[in-house]
């Protein structure tokens, strides 16, 4: 699993779970509707979900 505020860091699996549970931290604060909650899936070979 990778988060923005965390390192990345070598697993045993070919799948790899990115996260970025606020994008658009700011607009979120500010109470502006300008945020998104970010979930992908990337393998080794392809970024199949996302």
């Known amino acids: 699993m990778v988060g923005e505020e ?3 860091v070598a697993g045993t699996s070919d799948r790899t779970w990115v996260l970025d549970p606020i994008d658009g931290t700011q607009s ?3 109470g502006v509707p300008l945020y998104a909650n970010l979930v992908a899936l990337r393998t080794t070979m392809a970024l ?3």
Do not use: K, N, R, Y
Request: glycine residues 0%.
């Open 6 to 8: 965390e390192p990345d």
């Open 28 to 30: 979120f604060i500010h």
């Open 48 to 50: 199949p979900s996302a």
